[in-house]
């Protein structure tokens, strides 16, 4: 990851800073490229100096996305509903431990309630989250032995 440094330069009122490629007082060696980097100037008072300040900017690698774009993809994906199936295999107690394990935040409450709903109904929704987050549950409820599968939430009943 690419991280500019965060650097001040003391300045007085009649001082412009304009620098030069190769010059020795500049804070790069070669031409700067990137103008849109906005830097924010404090004055002391009247007659004072004032403080150019150069915010800490963070760049994901080339080909890879930052964490921020992974977050906006995910909230832009269409969501996915992670639905329980009942079977004649596992007992309820079971299914609860196994719910509150693999989604995260489920209570105790919560996963009886799914559990009974799976257990009556034949199917029951657990979580709608983003189709990458639903097949990771669906794959570690699966690997615990439970009958799941995802479906759009936007499609359907």
Partial sequence: ???????RLTLSPNHVFNPKSGDKHSLYKTPCTN???LMAVSAAGPGKGGVLERPVIERAAPGRESEFDLRKSRKMSPPYRVILHNDNYNKREYVVQVLMKVIPGMTLDIAVNIMQEAHYNGLSVVIICAQADAEEHCMQLRGNGLLSSIEPASGGC
């Fill in 1 to 7: 990851m690419e991280t500019a440094m965060c650097g």
């Fill in 35 to 37: 103008r849109g980097i």
